[in-house]
């Protein structure tokens, strides 16, 4: 039994059952009792289970009727003591409101956060607060929010600056202290107090009520049923479709239902699935049960008796009650917050206390209550806000812990509230101090890492996706912390030191598990066979990175904490390695004079771990010693002497070194997992407290140890003692020849070696170590960033490290040494390096990786080559170090390192050997080179320095041991001219100078006499003789590429000659020339230039021969009647781009009458193409090559493709141009023309004769056997007319072929029909294309503001052009017959045929879609005469006569005209504004009473010149096409002279209405006619909008200027299925404006038989089957086409930066770019969205596998 058949037998709850209950009466009862709980009580439990929970189906609004008069009407009355309405008027009238605005957010709603003055960017204000503040001035920051949460306008905490915005700015006078209480009576107090604590406790044990069929105490009602519900809970684990499916079986319902209950459970956290007695209930449960417990555990269900949850209903209706009332005062907010926070008198848990402990065992929608409730109450309240933050920390523990088992989502846990409580700097303060809620914390967090190994370390298991779920539960504890720390104190008190330092040191403890932590070996043999954990540990350090660094800033604050933070974490780094040298042997290690004592040790053979968050901490604090210092002013305070700098650098120096071997490639056989550390151990996100800080550490060692000692131990790390300590290391080709991989191994050691010398040198860029402030350590990020290339905002911002608040510091700096590019319609803005900060540009930047290092070299090397610069890239000017590592500058001089250098540069002597590297010289210069850099900055300096710091020197000395060996640059010397160093020259001649200039400087200061040497001048020669030689080359370089300039343009000469109509095509596609009508430009003069008519143009035979090449054979062809067919690629697609009514229904594709096309143009059918030719064969070979591979690729793997075959989509062979059938290209065709031709009249009579006879035929054959002679006498066929002939078909087979293609195909696509080509709607369906595509091209050039004629696209113009020649060939398809009858029924229209029944009014026909039919269908009636008449004759009749039709139906449509002055038209037009005027009279008088009233005849002549004009525009077009006839040269150009133009060309007289007067005999009745047409009057009264003329360009939705205008549009709309329910994914259609809830289950429809989302639906009623979307919450444009393409597009908005920010993941301020806006409905409206779909679905192919239809 489905639930819903219980619905009858259970009787509705009616107001009018409780007429006689008087709620003042039962106040006033309750005045009067002593034990007002238990009255309470007593109504409850008889009223709450009368009205709520009566059936399967609640009817909430009967329930809130009732529970309102019932139950809140004496409590209101209770608690007011009168009439509540009065009684809560009073209250507000003394309400003071609170400053703080509170407004909870909606899933969805935007935020805003101001960068320049939030506090932390948790402080957030709702859209109406922000655009009211100071804030929207500033740099702000927008998001959307996830739900919950508030808006902060008006917390003074939160903000730095402007704490209100204009409404919530409070009143001066008023004290905010004032105690709110003190406005109120006391029995008021207390009636308050009484109510609130019965119902708040009532609330609190009834949510928290787990028993199933029993109530509390009390509330047991009088008279028990038996009815139960069967509840279904939300967990996190099942999903949506395991729930349908599960309860599709278990109740028995439909699938619909199904959706709905799991919507529901989804929303609200529970939902009754059955109701009913207990035996039913429970058969349901164990269903549900049994079905969804086998992989996980059940979904839980429980049966519970209605009365049990008629009062948990009516529970969460009294909390919601309460959060109402305590709105409209601030003193009933305040008594409420002292009744929920008030313990019991046995010191019981407060009603809040329980509720809290309690969160974890409630249902969805009661906690979300609930916590609303604490929002609206304790949050708002400063005083209770600060006693709730206290329960809430005593009680954190407990929280967190529950959480942990929770399987709700975060934002519906009460622990989510920790960050509206912990942001507040002083309530954090206050818990940190009173409730040590630091330490808190973090042993919770410890606490919950439970995984360790021997040493205590975290040990992670295998990172499962349940691993992963829990630990990101763990995560939230650090965002805590995050918030407790965001807000550094500006004073501290002893309380505050100790319990910070108490904190720091469970710091500490955490940190010490994570030092050493996942380990790593280096496997040697064979692989690993299982890559280690180790995602789970660099999460952790991911998310402590910013925890770590906001311990350091609060050390920082505060001297006396920073040296005791110092001292603590020397002694846990201390206990850490506490017996660091256990098991490893003790060595002496001695080179070029010096020895040190060390151990022996190898990364490359022992355990090695990546994760030293200790050391690291330590060279934090270190460096900030410096930085404040604190070093120099209290050393006595400092454990200095402790400090064993060995110990120091040995495990940082291990990562590094591990790092080089990685590189190496000596870890190879250790996976992936290694490599992914090494990665992330260098990446932005973790650097800055990982490799940083271990450089740092590096420094602090170093600076305080004798740098020979530091190098030596380094050199042993690197496992590379040995080949620098030996006597003979010089000579190192010699003698070690052994292993080729070990040699290229040792030289990549040697590289990073160096590379490391060099940073802990260089690198100074961070306070405390280098004399810098933050701004130059971001300045010179950017610099090296934009070394690289240009790059856009966001790319910089992601190379760059956000500290806590996401800030990255750029702004400051960028426009320092950025210019900005801005972007243009596609693309973005990037910001390009000032050539003046390309000096800072340091090749060894300790970010760079090596790809950026060498991407970086040759991007500064070209510039200075395109600058005319040496190319040469020295070492930048390094800033000072700070004195505490200011002896780092002697490991430049040391004879460790010269002795390295030197071994070096010795080896370079031999030019081959593979001992030695560039990339190793290169490092050696460079180090060679920054020496000098010092040298020369210490000379400037003091002289003191000078002296101290001698390198050149010390490289001018000869080497010691053994004996004579060069000195270095003496080595340098030799290089200089050694040939295989070319590339090294501009560098060796740099440091030779240098030294030079540093000599020359040093003898001046001896000296005292700075005079020119002449070693100076020299230089000047060899600089100049330099010059010429580059001047020189570059000669040659230019003349050597204009040779090869000249050669390539020859090649390319002879390309396009043989390739002329490809080259051409694609030229003229890349800039729309005019060349195609320069092709037919008139060899005869101006006044020749018609189109239609007997007079018109005719082409020539050489005009009218074409020579084409097939793009697949490359065969020329002539295009020939009897030919072989050529045909061009076409995609033929529904289109509602010109509706001016997209509310029509659909039709019925079977019995649709294509024939009239109404002039709302509601859809039509539009061909496109591409351009590109093929022979008919070649192109029938190509497809079922494709239709071929596409089936057997399907057999083989189920991929899409982005054209769907079956359908007859294919790529065009050239262009990949999305196409779905090809047209025929037709000759022109050959006319001649007889000088004598009936006019109009004639014309028409003849016509109605010729139609006539064709009537009496058919009746004749249809009447055959049965003798009706009448018909047929009365009939005579006018001469010439042959009713039996049947004409030949002049076309060859194959163009017959195509000609059925294209038809059918037109027919098939555009009526949405199985192919028939038998069918009699195809001939119309191709006409309607025609005049479709020609009328939508016409007003595109009138939106792009382009000439009608020698503007389109070479493909457009082709396209036409075959189109329009097929139309007018396509009627041979068809039967004759056929055609005749559309002929027929067509005219009927204009000249009345007694035979023919049904035709529409003028009003309901598009005139231009009749010309083109007429004209197109007039041929199969002419090739039946042989009297002579031409067809030109006929198509300018028709043509008049349309025109005139269309005359009528424009003064039928004119608009009234404004009233306003008379329009002086000075006379010019005179003559025509009286015969319009007379026409429109005329038109008065057949209709009496239809039309206003005109008296200016300048209005009138008015809408109809601008009326027709369109039409007049498109027939140019059509005639053009069809005859061939070039334009006149006025509609080359878009403006004056267009009318008179077209006039001509069209064979016009310059006032159309002449048309009518000169025919006035045939016309007048024809006009009396269309007017007396019942649907005139009909449509001219009716209330629908008429259409009028001219019809307006349709466009895509007006776009808010501020992308928030559209958040916020967007998060005020719910889903439209379910109920008042936010739409997760709110989508745009740009098209009309509509919002649809997209993606979700709750929107789906059937289309076709196919489940679609609400995003296809809407394309198909709206669009034909295309769609244009704008998806709000990604900021994201959607392109739809039929039911499976679709792709993304870039949105129309743009941030400052000229960057999108598609997933609003950035959250920069979006504003529209009208350029690009106006470029996507330019794609819209040339009908390209769909070839861009291919297009995007080509390039990208996981396009094709998302699923579009479900969006
Ligand atoms: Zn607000
Ligand atoms: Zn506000
Ligand atoms: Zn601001
Ligand atoms: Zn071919
Ligand atoms: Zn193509
Ligand atoms: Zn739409
Ligand atoms: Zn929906």
Same mark, same amino acid.
């Given at each position: 039994?489905?639930?819903?058949?219980?619905?009858?037998?259970?009787?509705?709850?009616?107001?009018?059952?409780?007429?006689?209950?008087?709620?003042?009466?039962?106040?006033?009862?309750?005045?009067?009792?002593?034990?007002?709980?238990?009255?309470?009580?007593?109504?409850?439990?008889?009223?709450?289970?009368?009205?709520?929970?009566?059936?399967?189906?609640?009817?909430?609004?009967? !329930?809130?009727?009732?529970?309102?008069?019932?139950?809140?009407?004496?409590?209101?009355?209770?608690?007011?003591?009168?009439?509540?309405?009065?009684?809560?008027?009073?209250?507000?009238?003394?309400?003071?409101?609170?400053?703080?605005?509170?407004?909870?957010?909606?899933?969805?709603? @935007?935020?805003?956060?101001?960068?320049?003055?939030?506090?932390?960017?948790?402080?957030?204000?709702?859209?109406?607060?922000?655009?009211?503040?100071?804030?929207?001035?500033?740099?702000?920051?927008?998001?959307?929010?996830?739900?919950?949460?508030?808006?902060?306008?008006?917390?003074?905490?939160?903000?730095?600056?402007?704490?209100?915005?204009?409404?919530?700015?409070?009143?001066?006078?008023?004290?905010?202290?004032?105690? #709110?209480?003190?406005?109120?009576?006391?029995?008021?107090?207390?009636?308050?107090?009484?109510?609130?604590?019965?119902?708040?406790?009532?609330?609190?044990?009834?949510?928290?009520?787990?028993?199933?069929?029993?109530?509390?105490?009390?509330?047991?009602?009088?008279?028990?049923?038996?009815?139960?519900?069967?509840?279904?809970?939300?967990?996190? &684990?099942?999903?949506?479709?395991?729930?349908?499916?599960?309860?599709?079986?278990?109740?028995?319902?439909?699938?619909?239902?199904?959706?709905?209950?799991?919507?529901?459970?989804?929303?609200?956290?529970?939902?009754?699935?059955?109701?009913?007695?207990?035996?039913?209930?429970?058969?349901?449960?164990?269903?549900?049960?049994?079905?969804?417990?086998?992989?996980?555990? #059940?979904?839980?269900?429980?049966?519970?008796?209605?009365?049990?949850?008629?009062?948990?209903?009516?529970?969460?209706?009294?909390?919601? /009650?309460?959060?109402?009332?305590?709105?409209?005062?601030?003193?009933?907010?305040?008594?409420?917050?002292?009744?929920?926070?008030?313990?019991?008198? %046995?010191?019981?848990?407060?009603?809040?206390?329980?509720?809290?402990?309690?969160?974890?065992?409630?249902?969805?929608?009661?906690?979300?209550?609930?916590?609303?409730?604490?929002?609206?109450?304790?949050?708002?309240?400063?005083?209770?806000?600060?006693?709730?933050?206290?329960?809430?920390?005593?009680?954190?523990?407990?929280?967190?812990?529950?959480?942990?088992?929770?399987?709700?989502?975060?934002?519906?846990?009460?622990?989510?509230?920790?960050?509206?409580?912990?942001?507040?700097?002083?309530?954090?303060?206050?818990?940190?101090?009173?409730?040590?809620?630091?330490?808190?914390?973090?042993?919770?967090?410890?606490?919950?890492?439970?995984?360790?190994?021997?040493?205590?370390?975290?040990?992670?298991?295998?990172?499962?996706?349940?691993?992963?779920?829990?630990?990101?539960?763990?995560?939230?504890?650090?965002?805590?912390?995050?918030?407790?720390?965001?807000?550094?104190?500006?004073?501290?008190?002893?309380?505050?030191?100790?319990?910070?330092?108490?904190?720091?040191?469970?710091?500490?403890?955490?940190?010490?598990?994570?030092?050493?932590?996942?380990?790593?070996?280096?496997?040697?043999?064979?692989?690993?066979?299982?890559?280690?954990?180790?995602?789970?540990?660099?999460?952790?350090?991911?998310?402590?990175?910013?925890?770590?660094?906001?311990?350091?800033?609060?050390?920082?604050?505060?001297?006396?904490?920073?040296?005791?933070?110092?001292?603590?974490?020397?002694?846990? *780094?201390?206990?850490?390695?506490?017996?660091?040298?256990?098991?490893?042997?003790?060595?002496?290690?001695?080179?070029?004079?010096?020895?040190?004592?060390?151990?022996?040790?190898?990364?490359?053979?022992?355990?090695?771990?990546?994760?030293?968050?200790?050391?690291?901490?330590?060279?934090?604090?270190?460096?900030?010693?410096?930085?404040?210092?604190?070093?120099?002013?209290?050393?006595?305070?400092?454990?200095?002497?402790?400090?064993?700098? @060995?110990?120091?650098?040995?495990?940082?120096?291990?990562?590094?070194?591990?790092?080089?071997?990685?590189?190496?490639?000596?870890?190879?056989?250790?996976?992936?997992?290694?490599?992914?550390?090494?990665?992330?151990?260098?990446?932005?996100?973790?650097?800055?407290?990982?490799?940083?800080?271990?450089? &740092?550490?590096?420094?602090?060692?170093?600076?305080?140890?004798?740098?020979?000692?530091?190098?030596?131990?380094?050199?042993?790390?690197?496992?590379?003692?040995?080949?620098?300590?030996?006597?003979?290391?010089?000579?190192?080709?010699?003698?070690?020849?052994?292993?080729?991989?070990?040699?290229?191994?040792? %030289?990549?050691?040697?590289?990073?070696?160096?590379?490391?010398?060099?940073?802990?040198?260089?690198?100074?860029?961070?306070?405390?170590?280098?004399?810098?402030?933050?701004?130059?350590?971001?300045?010179?990020?950017?610099?090296?960033?934009?070394?690289?290339?240009?790059?856009?905002?966001?790319?910089?911002?992601?190379? *760059?490290?956000?500290?806590?608040?996401?800030?990255?510091?750029?702004?400051?700096?960028?426009?320092?040494?950025?210019?900005?590019?801005?972007?243009?319609?596609?693309?973005?803005?990037?910001?390009?390096?000032?050539?003046?900060?390309?000096?800072?540009?340091?090749?060894?930047?300790?970010?760079?990786?090596?790809?950026?290092?060498?991407?970086?070299?040759?991007?500064?090397?070209?510039?200075?080559?395109?600058?005319?610069?040496?190319?040469?890239?020295?070492?930048?000017?390094?800033?000072?170090?700070?004195?505490?590592?200011?002896?780092?500058?002697?490991?430049?001089?040391?004879?460790?390192?010269?002795?390295?250098?030197?071994?070096?540069?010795? /080896?370079?002597?031999?030019?081959?050997?593979?001992?030695?590297?560039?990339?190793?010289?290169?490092?050696?210069?460079?180090?060679?080179?920054?020496?000098?850099?010092?040298?020369?900055?210490?000379?400037?300096?003091?002289?003191?320095?000078?002296?101290?710091?001698?390198?050149?020197?010390?490289?001018?000395?000869?080497?010691?041991?053994?004996?004579?060996?060069?000195?270095?640059?003496?080595?340098?010397?030799? *290089?200089?001219?050694?040939?295989?160093?070319?590339?090294?020259?501009?560098?060796?001649?740099?440091?030779?100078?240098?030294?030079?200039?540093?000599?020359?400087?040093?003898?001046?200061?001896?000296?005292?006499?700075?005079?020119?040497?002449?070693?100076?001048?020299?230089?000047?020669?060899?600089?100049?003789?330099?010059?010429?030689?580059?001047?020189?080359?570059?000669?040659?370089?230019?003349?050597?590429?204009?040779?090869?300039?000249?050669?390539?343009?020859?090649?390319?000469?002879?390309?396009?000659? !043989?390739?002329?109509?490809?080259?051409?095509?694609?030229?003229?596609?890349?800039?729309?020339?005019?060349?195609?009508?320069?092709?037919?430009?008139?060899?005869?003069?101006?006044?020749?230039?018609?189109?239609?008519?007997?007079?018109?143009?005719?082409?020539? =035979?050489?005009?009218?021969?074409?020579?084409?090449?097939?793009?697949?054979?490359?065969?020329?062809?002539?295009?020939?009647?009897?030919?072989?067919?050529?045909?061009?690629?076409?995609?033929?697609?529904?289109?509602?781009?010109?509706?001016?009514?997209?509310?029509?229904?659909?039709?019925?594709?079977?019995?649709?009458? #294509?024939?009239?096309?109404?002039?709302?143009?509601?859809?039509?059918?539009?061909?496109?193409?591409?351009?590109?030719?093929?022979?008919?064969?070649?192109?029938?070979?190509?497809?079922?090559?494709?239709?071929?591979?596409?089936?057997?690729?399907?057999?083989?793997?189920?991929?899409?493709?982005?054209?769907?075959?079956?359908?007859?989509?294919?790529?065009? #062979?050239?262009?990949?141009?999305?196409?779905?059938?090809?047209?025929?290209?037709?000759?022109?065709?050959?006319?001649?023309?007889?000088?004598?031709?009936?006019?109009?009249?004639?014309?028409?009579?003849?016509?109605?004769?010729?139609?006539?006879?064709?009537?009496?035929?058919?009746?004749?054959?249809?009447?055959?056997?049965?003798?009706?002679?009448?018909?047929?006498?009365?009939?005579?066929?006018?001469?010439?007319?042959?009713?039996?002939?049947?004409?030949?078909?002049?076309?060859?087979?194959?163009?017959?072929?195509?000609?059925?293609?294209?038809?059918?195909?037109?027919?098939?696509?555009?009526?949405?029909?199985?192919?028939?080509?038998?069918?009699?709607?195809?001939?119309?369906?191709?006409?309607?294309?025609?005049?479709?595509?020609?009328?939508?091209?016409?007003?595109?050039?009138?939106?792009?503001?382009?000439?009608?004629?020698?503007?389109?696209?070479?493909?457009?113009?082709?396209?036409?052009?075959?189109?329009?020649?097929?139309?007018?060939?396509?009627?041979?398809?068809?039967?004759?017959?056929?055609?005749?009858?559309?002929?027929?029924?067509?005219?009927?229209?204009?000249?009345?045929?007694?035979?023919?029944?049904?035709?529409?009014?003028?009003?309901?026909?598009?005139?231009?879609?009749?010309?083109?039919?007429?004209?197109?269908?007039?041929?199969?009636?002419?090739?039946?005469?042989?009297?002579?008449?031409?067809?030109?004759?006929?198509?300018?009749?028709?043509?008049?006569?349309?025109?005139?039709?269309?005359?009528?139906?424009?003064?039928?449509?004119?608009?009234?005209?404004?009233?306003?002055?008379?329009?002086?038209?000075?006379?010019?037009?005179?003559?025509?504004?009286?015969?319009?005027?007379?026409?429109?009279?005329?038109?008065?008088?057949?209709?009496?009473?239809?039309?206003?009233?005109?008296?200016?005849?300048?209005?009138? /002549?008015?809408?109809?010149?601008?009326?027709?004009?369109?039409?007049?525009?498109?027939?140019?077009?059509?005639?053009?096409?069809?005859?061939? =006839?070039? =334009?006149?040269?006025?509609?080359?150009?878009?403006?004056?002279?267009?009318?008179?133009?077209?006039?001509?060309?069209?064979?016009?007289?310059?006032? @159309?209405?002449?048309?009518?007067?000169?025919?006035?005999?045939?016309?007048?009745?024809?006009?009396?006619? /269309?007017?007396?047409?019942?649907?005139?009057?009909?449509?001219?009264?009716?209330?629908?909008?008429?259409?009028?003329?001219?019809?307006?360009?349709?466009?895509?939705?007006?776009?808010?200027?501020?992308?928030?205008?559209?958040?916020?549009?967007?998060?005020?709309?719910?889903?439209?299925?379910?109920?008042?329910?936010?739409?997760?994914?709110?989508?745009?259609?740009?098209?009309?404006?509509?919002?649809?809830?997209?993606?979700?289950?709750?929107?789906?429809?059937?289309?076709?038989?196919?489940?679609?989302?609400?995003?296809?639906?809407?394309?198909?009623?709206?669009?034909?089957?295309?769609?244009?979307?704008?998806?709000?919450?990604?900021?994201?444009?959607?392109?739809?086409?039929?039911?499976?393409?679709?792709?993304?597009?870039?949105?129309?908005?743009?941030?400052?930066?000229?960057?999108?920010?598609?997933?609003?993941?950035?959250?920069?301020?979006?504003? *529209?770019?009208?350029?690009?806006?106006?470029?996507?409905?330019?794609?819209?409206?040339?009908?390209?969205?769909?070839?861009?779909?291919?297009?995007?679905?080509?390039?990208?192919?996981?396009?094709?596998?998302?699923?579009?239809?479900?969006?």
């Amino acid at each position: 039994m489905a639930a819903a058949e219980t619905d009858s037998e259970v009787p509705c709850a009616r107001c009018s059952d409780f007429l006689h209950f008087s709620a003042k009466d039962t106040a006033a009862k309750w005045l009067e009792v002593d034990n007002l709980l238990k009255e309470v009580y007593q109504h409850l439990a008889c009223f709450v289970p009368k009205i709520y929970c009566l059936g399967p189906n609640l009817n909430p609004q009967n !329930e809130d009727l009732l529970a309102q008069l019932l139950l809140q009407g004496p409590l209101e009355w209770y608690l007011c003591g009168e009439e509540p309405t009065v009684g809560l008027a009073k209250l507000e009238q003394s309400n003071q409101p609170s400053q703080l605005c509170g407004h909870v957010f909606k899933v969805g709603e @935007p935020t805003y956060s101001c960068r320049d003055c939030a506090a932390d960017p948790t402080c957030v204000l709702c859209m109406q607060c922000f655009l009211g503040s100071v804030h929207k001035e500033h740099r702000y920051r927008m998001t959307t929010s996830g739900g919950g949460g508030f808006c902060d306008c008006g917390d003074t905490e939160a903000w730095k600056k402007g704490p209100y915005c204009q409404k919530h700015e409070p009143n001066i006078s008023d004290s905010s202290q004032k105690d #709110p209480l003190a406005n109120l009576s006391e029995q008021m107090i207390t009636r308050t107090r009484n109510v609130f604590s019965i119902i708040l406790k009532y609330a609190v044990h009834m949510l928290t009520w787990e028993k199933e069929d029993e109530l509390p105490e009390g509330l047991e009602p009088p008279a028990r049923g038996d009815t139960y519900y069967c509840m279904l809970f939300n967990d996190e &684990v099942h999903t949506y479709e395991q729930v349908i499916y599960t309860l599709q079986k278990a109740v028995n319902c439909t699938q619909k239902e199904a959706v709905s209950f799991a919507t529901t459970v989804d929303r609200d956290g529970r939902k009754s699935v059955r109701f009913g007695d207990f035996q039913f209930c429970e058969q349901a449960k164990s269903v549900i049960v049994r079905n969804t417990s086998r992989q996980t555990k #059940p979904l839980r269900v429980q049966v519970m008796h209605s009365s049990v949850v008629a009062h948990q209903c009516f529970a969460l209706k009294a909390l919601n /009650w309460l959060g109402q009332i305590i709105k409209s005062s601030d003193a009933l907010r305040r008594i409420l917050c002292l009744v929920g926070l008030q313990q019991g008198p %046995n010191g019981e848990n407060s009603l809040v206390d329980t509720l809290m402990l309690c969160d974890s065992k409630m249902w969805k929608g009661a906690r979300n209550v609930y916590h609303q409730l604490f929002m609206s109450s304790l949050l708002m309240d400063p005083k209770y806000k600060k006693l709730f933050a206290i329960q809430f920390a005593k009680n954190y523990r407990r929280l967190q812990t529950d959480f942990m088992e929770d399987d709700h989502e975060r934002v519906v846990s009460v622990t989510s509230l920790s960050v509206q409580l912990f942001t507040a700097p002083t309530v954090a303060r206050m818990l940190i101090t009173e409730e040590n809620l630091m330490t808190t914390i973090i042993q919770t967090f410890v606490d919950h890492l439970r995984h360790r190994d021997i040493q205590g370390r975290f040990q992670f298991e295998r990172y499962t996706a349940q691993q992963a779920f829990k630990f990101r539960r763990v995560q939230s504890l650090i965002g805590d912390l995050k918030y407790v720390l965001i807000s550094r104190p500006t004073e501290w008190s002893d309380q505050l030191r100790e319990k910070f330092l108490e904190g720091f040191e469970a710091f500490l403890e955490l940190l010490k598990c994570m030092q050493g932590m996942d380990p790593v070996v280096r496997q040697v043999g064979q692989h690993i066979e299982m890559e280690p954990e180790w995602e789970a540990a660099f999460t952790l350090q991911m998310k402590l990175t910013h925890i770590i660094s906001m311990m350091q800033e609060w050390c920082a604050n505060d001297e006396k904490v920073l040296i005791e933070a110092y001292k603590k974490c020397l002694s846990a *780094l201390t206990h850490c390695h506490s017996g660091f040298t256990d098991g490893e042997q003790p060595i002496t290690l001695s080179m070029c004079g010096h020895s040190v004592d060390t151990i022996r040790y190898c990364v490359s053979q022992e355990k090695v771990s990546i994760h030293l968050p200790v050391s690291r901490l330590l060279a934090g604090l270190h460096a900030l010693l410096s930085k404040t210092e604190v070093a120099y002013r209290f050393p006595e305070l400092l454990p200095l002497s402790e400090l064993s700098p @060995p110990m120091l650098i040995e495990h940082p120096l291990r990562c590094l070194v591990l790092c080089a071997q990685v590189h190496a490639g000596m870890w190879r056989r250790n996976g992936f997992s290694l490599v992914n550390q090494i990665y992330y151990y260098h990446n932005v996100k973790c650097r800055v407290e990982m490799f940083d800080k271990d450089l &740092v550490m590096l420094q602090a060692g170093a600076s305080m140890m004798d740098p020979n000692h530091f190098l030596m131990i380094v050199l042993s790390r690197f496992e590379l003692y040995h080949i620098f300590s030996s006597a003979d290391c010089r000579k190192r080709y010699g003698r070690e020849n052994i292993n080729k991989d070990v040699v290229q191994q040792n %030289n990549t050691l040697i590289e990073e070696m160096l590379h490391l010398v060099i940073m802990v040198v260089g690198e100074r860029y961070i306070a405390g170590v280098g004399q810098v402030e933050s701004y130059d350590e971001i300045k010179r990020e950017i610099i090296h960033q934009l070394c690289i290339r240009p790059m856009a905002h966001s790319e910089l911002v992601k190379a *760059l490290p956000e500290n806590e608040n996401k800030e990255t510091g750029m702004e400051r700096v960028i426009d320092h040494v950025a210019l900005f590019k801005k972007p243009g319609v596609t693309g973005r803005g990037l910001y390009k390096l000032r050539p003046e900060c390309a000096k800072m540009f340091n090749l060894y930047f300790n970010h760079y990786s090596r790809a950026d290092q060498s991407k970086a070299e040759e991007a500064q090397r070209k510039i200075k080559r395109q600058n005319g610069e040496d190319s040469v890239l020295p070492p930048p000017v390094p800033p000072h170090f700070c004195p505490l590592f200011g002896s780092l500058v002697n490991i430049l001089q040391c004879d460790v390192l010269l002795g390295i250098l030197g071994a070096v540069l010795q /080896w370079a002597m031999e030019p081959s050997g593979g001992h030695w590297s560039e990339s190793m010289l290169q490092r050696v210069l460079h180090l060679l080179g920054m020496g000098l850099v010092e040298e020369q900055q210490h000379l400037t300096g003091s002289t003191e320095d000078g002296i101290s710091f001698n390198f050149t020197l010390k490289i001018s000395r000869p080497g010691e041991a053994p004996g004579n060996t060069p000195s270095i640059l003496a080595l340098l010397e030799t *290089l200089q001219n050694a040939p295989h160093l070319e590339v090294h020259k501009d560098m060796i001649r740099w440091i030779l100078k240098t030294v030079a200039n540093i000599k020359t400087t040093r003898e001046c200061t001896a000296s005292a006499s700075p005079a020119d040497s002449s070693g100076h001048s020299q230089e000047e020669t060899v600089r100049d003789k330099d010059k010429a030689e580059r001047k020189r080359k570059a000669e040659m370089a230019r003349l050597r590429r204009e040779k090869i300039m000249a050669q390539m343009s020859e090649m390319q000469r002879h390309f396009i000659n !043989e390739n002329k109509d490809l080259f051409q095509q694609s030229l003229e596609e890349l800039d729309a020339t005019t060349s195609t009508s320069l092709e037919h430009s008139p060899s005869t003069c101006d006044s020749t230039l018609v189109c239609v008519g007997p007079r018109r143009w005719r082409a020539s =035979a050489s005009d009218r021969r074409q020579v084409v090449t097939c793009i697949l054979c490359q065969e020329e062809q002539e295009i020939r009647v009897d030919g072989k067919a050529m045909v061009l690629a076409a995609f033929v697609q529904r289109s509602t781009v010109m509706s001016k009514n997209r509310k029509r229904p659909t039709y019925n594709p079977d019995k649709y009458d #294509p024939l009239f096309m109404h002039p709302d143009l509601s859809f039509g059918t539009h061909t496109g193409s591409c351009g590109h030719i093929m022979h008919s064969h070649c192109w029938q070979r190509y497809f079922e090559a494709v239709q071929a591979k596409e089936q057997r690729r399907q057999q083989r793997l189920r991929v899409h493709t982005s054209y769907d075959v079956e359908n007859g989509e294919f790529l065009c #062979p050239l262009c990949e141009c999305l196409s779905n059938t090809v047209i025929p290209l037709l000759p022109l065709t050959k006319t001649t023309c007889s000088t004598e031709q009936p006019d109009q009249r004639q014309w028409v009579n003849i016509t109605s004769q010729q139609i006539k006879a064709l009537h009496a035929a058919r009746k004749k054959t249809n009447a055959e056997g049965v003798d009706d002679a009448d018909s047929a006498e009365d009939c005579h066929p006018p001469d010439g007319f042959r009713l039996d002939h049947t004409p030949k078909n002049p076309y060859s087979g194959t163009i017959k072929e195509m000609l059925t293609t294209f038809g059918t195909a037109t027919y098939k696509v555009g009526l949405k029909v199985h192919p028939n080509e038998q069918d009699a709607r195809v001939p119309i369906m191709c006409w309607g294309s025609c005049a479709y595509t020609i009328q939508s091209i016409e007003r595109l050039l009138v939106d792009e503001e382009k000439p009608l004629f020698g503007s389109l696209p070479c493909r457009q113009n082709d396209c036409l052009s075959s189109l329009t020649r097929f139309g007018s060939a396509c009627w041979t398809a068809s039967s004759q017959a056929v055609v005749h009858g559309h002929f027929i029924r067509l005219l009927a229209a204009l000249v009345p045929d007694s035979q023919v029944e049904n035709t529409p009014c003028i009003l309901d026909i598009d005139m231009f879609h009749m010309l083109v039919s007429l004209v197109l269908s007039y041929p199969a009636l002419h090739c039946l005469d042989s009297s002579g008449m031409s067809e030109d004759a006929a198509q300018l009749h028709l043509l008049h006569l349309v025109t005139i039709a269309h005359i009528v139906q424009i003064l039928l449509t004119s608009i009234p005209e404004e009233v306003r002055m008379e329009q002086e038209s000075g006379g010019a037009e005179r003559e025509e504004e009286e015969s319009v005027c007379l026409l429109y009279n005329t038109l008065r008088r057949h209709l009496s009473s239809g039309l206003h009233e005109v008296t200016s005849g300048w209005h009138l /002549w008015h809408c109809v010149k601008t009326g027709i004009l369109p039409y007049l525009r498109a027939a140019a077009l059509f005639f053009h096409y069809l005859n061939g =006839a070039p =334009a006149p040269p006025e509609l080359h150009a878009v403006g004056v002279g267009e009318w008179e133009a077209l006039c001509g060309y069209l064979c016009l007289p310059s006032n @159309p209405l002449q048309l009518y007067y000169n025919n006035l005999e045939l016309l007048e009745p024809l006009l009396q006619g /269309w007017c007396s047409h019942p649907g005139v009057l009909q449509a001219l009264q009716s209330s629908t909008a008429l259409i009028r003329f001219p019809r307006e360009s349709n466009h895509l939705i007006e776009l808010p200027e501020d992308y928030s205008a559209l958040i916020n549009q967007a998060s005020s709309f719910t889903c439209p299925k379910s109920g008042g329910d936010k739409s997760r994914a709110p989508t745009l259609c740009l098209v009309c404006g509509a919002m649809l809830c997209s993606q979700s289950y709750c929107c789906q429809t059937e289309l076709e038989g196919d489940d679609v989302g609400a995003c296809t639906a809407h394309t198909f009623t709206c669009g034909a089957g295309v769609g244009i979307f704008l998806r709000v919450r990604e900021s994201q444009v959607l392109f739809l086409a039929g039911k499976t393409k679709g792709c993304f597009y870039a949105p129309p908005y743009l941030d400052d930066y000229g960057e999108t920010d598609q997933g609003l993941r950035r959250g920069n301020p979006l504003h *529209l770019c009208q350029e690009r806006y106006r470029k996507i409905q330019k794609l819209w409206r040339q009908h390209s969205i769909t070839e861009e779909i291919g297009h995007a679905q080509e390039a990208n192919q996981t396009l094709v596998g998302i699923d579009w239809q479900h969006l």
